[in-house]
Every structure is written in structure tokens, then in C-alpha cells.
């Protein structure tokens, strides 16, 4: 079994990089879906979801550049075009959303994405005894599974 240097199979790595790659492009779609519902937001709602897609458009941009340096750990090359994003991403770009439900939803349902992704690099990360993350994920799921219920919170009448 050929390892890297932090001492992981090194297929395995491979595999866990090339998830985590999937997992960056779905952020990068997320992030910039963020970015517009923060700027085009309109209605009586506006200045409460003006911030909290603020809030997740700066947890996001954190979140790439920590998924892009774990797959760096991995001994692998994170993509970074977004040719290769829109490709590898479920996620997909919401144009001009100006309404807060529609926007609040399409938060939600990208959180299912993420959360969905995410399980499957624990269960990866875990087969490869790959502790860093393992516990990456697990701290997005953490929080990710509050915001779902908030943000779900916001929609019920």
C-alpha cells in the first residue's frame, strides 16, 4: 500500500480529493447564488435576509478555500475554473431571485446537496482513517443541519 505524506492510502486520497472537489464545485455555485440573492433581495423582508445571505455568501468563501487546501493536504489539485464547476455541480445558478421564499428555498434545497456530499466524505474519510476530514465534515454538517431548521423556521406560517 503506497501512502502520502500525511500517511493515507494514497487511492483513497485520491478518492476523497476527487469528492472533495465535487464538494468545492457545489460551494463555488452556492457562494455566487448567495452573493446574488444578497444583492437583488427585494421586499419586507429585506433587510433581515439582505444580512443572513451575507452571513452565508462569508461562511462559504471561508468554507472553499478550507475544502481547496484539504484536497492541497490530500496531495491533489483542487479545480478552480468554472468550467469545471458548472460541470461537477448539482447545485445549479439561480438568476436574479428578488424573492425571499424563492430564495430562502433555494437555500434550503442546495443545503441538501451539500449535506448530502458531505455524508459521503465522512463515510469515504472514515474508511480512510482520514481524521482531517472527518472532522471538516463533520463541523459543516453541524452547522449546516441548525441552518436547515432556521431557514426552514422562516418559511413556516
Not at 476523497?16 to 455566487?32: G, H, K, M
Amino acid at each position: 500500500m503506497k501512502t502520502n505524506r500525511i500517511g493515507l492510502d494514497a487511492v483513497k486520497a485520491k478518492k476523497l480529493a476527487e469528492l472533495l472537489n465535487v464538494l468545492l464545485a457545489n460551494y463555488q455555485l452556492f457562494y455566487i447564488n448567495s452573493r446574488g440573492f444578497h444583492w437583488n433581495i427585494k421586499g419586507e423582508k429585506f433587510f433581515e435576509l439582505h444580512i443572513k445571505f451575507e452571513e452565508l455568501y462569508t461562511d462559504t468563501q471561508l468554507k472553499i478555500d478550507e475544502i481547496a487546501e484539504r484536497i492541497l493536504t490530500l496531495e491533489h489539485t483542487p479545480n478552480h475554473t468554472f468550467t469545471d464547476f458548472l460541470k461537477l455541480s448539482k447545485i445549479k445558478e439561480q438568476k436574479n431571485v428578488t424573492d425571499g421564499v424563492k430564495a430562502v428555498n433555494a437555500v434550503l434545497s442546495s443545503f441538501g446537496v451539500l449535506l448530502d456530499i458531505e455524508r459521503q466524505l465522512l463515510t469515504l474519510s472514515a474508511e480512510a482513517n482520514d481524521e482531517g476530514t472527518n472532522a471538516l465534515m463533520s463541523d459543516y454538517i453541524r452547522q449546516q443541519e441548525k441552518l436547515v431548521w432556521m431557514y426552514s423556521a422562516y418559511l413556516s406560517k
